[in-house]
């Protein structure tokens, strides 16, 4: 009998910006608003980042997090991840801040130093709801995200350890699984790993279905009955490439953080829309979705209770 599927919804990220989508939530309320009807279609974990409330720039400022947070957690019991990643051009101590401040059952947790680049995107727009968007955008073709395995040791011990969190480990090519496998060798992390295999990012591995098998199949090499494997597939191939990941019985990340679609050519209104869709793609094929006590036993977190917001 296969195993429920937990979803991710990643509400709002730091890769699309407000003139991609009047959909994609700004304010703390209106990120509030929508992972909570995220939480209510079906989503178990809710991956979580801020923005300026007045530009909607990703922000790492701890009072727009402290905004946003306990709403969410009083009106549901999923999981609360909050990013490490933040948003291009943050310092490492900045993306730290808000979770060592508020030390939530899980943190995402990049894999390594890699490009991470979002400027062909602006070759779609003429015109920009405000001026820092192009530049943080055109900005990525010489920007690197930084990640280094003293980084990640790091957030591991401050976080990890200082804090009883437990992490998404984001895995944007096959080098990344092999840096989770050395940690791994070192101690360094502790089974069950949730493992976010992620396609289709320009700088990381593509997105198509031979190498979702081949990240598969070196995952279950590295780290045998000791992980929990989920996929995020950009853009277009969210539901695909998520819906194959679920047939191989693993688990899926959506959300207007990975896509701001819902079918060709058309805006998903909502995250809700997204999980929505994805659960029933699933029950068409008899599979059942995990409710956040089953997240919980399964990646062995502390339990809502022991966060600081």
């Not at 009106?75 to 993306?95: F, K, L, P, S």
């Not at 947790?109 to 400027?119: D, I, K, Q, V």
Request: net charge negative; glycine share 8%; hydrophobic share 40%.
């Amino acid at each position: 009998m296969p195993r429920p599927v937990i979803i991710t919804c990643a509400i709002t990220g730091s890769i699309h910006t407000p003139t991609m989508s009047s959909y994609l939530p700004i304010t703390p309320q209106q990120i509030a608003d929508q992972a909570i009807a995220a939480a209510e279609a079906g989503a178990s974990i809710l991956h979580l980042h801020a923005r300026d409330p007045e530009t909607g720039r990703p922000t790492a400022d701890i009072n727009t997090f402290r905004e946003l947070l306990p709403r969410i957690k009083q009106a549901t019991d999923a999981v609360i991840n909050i990013t490490t990643g933040g948003g291009h051009n943050m310092t490492v101590a900045e993306r730290m801040r808000p979770p060592l401040d508020l030390q939530p059952e899980m943190c995402s947790l990049n894999m390594g130093s890699m490009n991470f680049a979002l400027y062909p995107m602006v070759e779609k727009f003429e015109t920009w709801k405000h001026d820092w968007e192009q530049g943080y955008l055109e900005g990525t073709r010489d920007f690197i995200f930084k990640n280094t395995f003293l980084d990640i040791e790091t957030i591991l011990e401050q976080i990890g350890r200082g804090c009883s969190t437990h992490f998404e480990y984001e895995c944007y090519d096959v080098g990344h699984l092999y840096n989770l496998a050395h940690l791994l060798d070192r101690k360094l992390v502790e089974p069950p790993l949730f493992v976010q295999t992620i396609f289709g990012v320009l700088g990381g591995i593509g997105a198509d279905h031979e190498n979702l098998q081949f990240m598969r199949h070196t995952a279950d090499k590295l780290f045998g009955d000791a992980y929990e494997w989920s996929v995020l597939a950009a853009g277009r191939h969210q539901m695909s490439l998520g819906m194959t990941c679920a047939n191989m019985g693993g688990n899926v990340r959506v959300g207007l953080e990975d896509s701001l679609y819902i079918a060709k050519g058309e805006f998903a209104k909502s995250n809700a829309e997204q999980v929505t869709k994805l659960k029933h793609l699933l029950g068409e094929m008899s599979l059942e979705i995990a409710t956040p006590e089953q997240v919980r036993q399964r990646l062995a977190l502390k339990g809502a209770d022991n966060v600081k917001f």
